[in-house]
């Protein structure tokens, strides 16, 4: 499976993006996706990760209410809409793959190369 980010940019503050990773390979509805960061001088954290059905999907606390997850599988695509973007949430944004079930650990079996995303105060 190989995964490519997109849709990083630049923003302000209260403004929204929308991220997303297309995947290739066999057997994309067998994985987990998920959606972590790393801010500049930290270390990668878990943002959300979403089911093969988009039935369960998880977020950290920091972005609930404000982040919202979803795939398309007919597109082999995972979104991840982001509302009310804070300067905190400034860092590289991944999207991972994991077989079977999801983690809120690094313990991904794939991860794309990530997209930058900037939000200025």
């Known amino acids: 499976v190989q995964l490519q980010a997109s849709g990083g940019g630049l923003v302000q503050a209260g403004d929204s993006l929308r991220l997303a990773c297309a995947a290739s390979?066999?057997?994309?509805?067998?994985?987990?996706m998920g959606w972590f960061r790393q801010a500049p001088g930290k270390e990668r954290e878990f943002v959300a990760s979403?089911?093969?059905?988009?039935?369960?999907?998880l977020y950290a606390d920091s972005v609930k209410g404000r982040f919202t997850a979803s795939r398309d599988n007919a597109k082999n695509t995972v979104y991840l809409q982001m509302n009310s973007l804070k300067p905190e949430d400034t860092a590289v944004y991944y999207c991972?793959?994991?077989?079977?079930?999801?983690?809120?650990?690094?313990?991904?079996?794939?991860w794309g190369q990530g997209t930058l995303v900037t939000v200025s105060s």
């Open positions: 991972a793959a994991r077989k079977y079930s999801a983690s809120p650990y690094n313990d991904y079996d794939y």
């Open positions: 390979g066999r057997d994309f509805r067998d994985y987990f």
């Open positions: 979403i089911s093969w059905s988009g039935g369960s999907i």
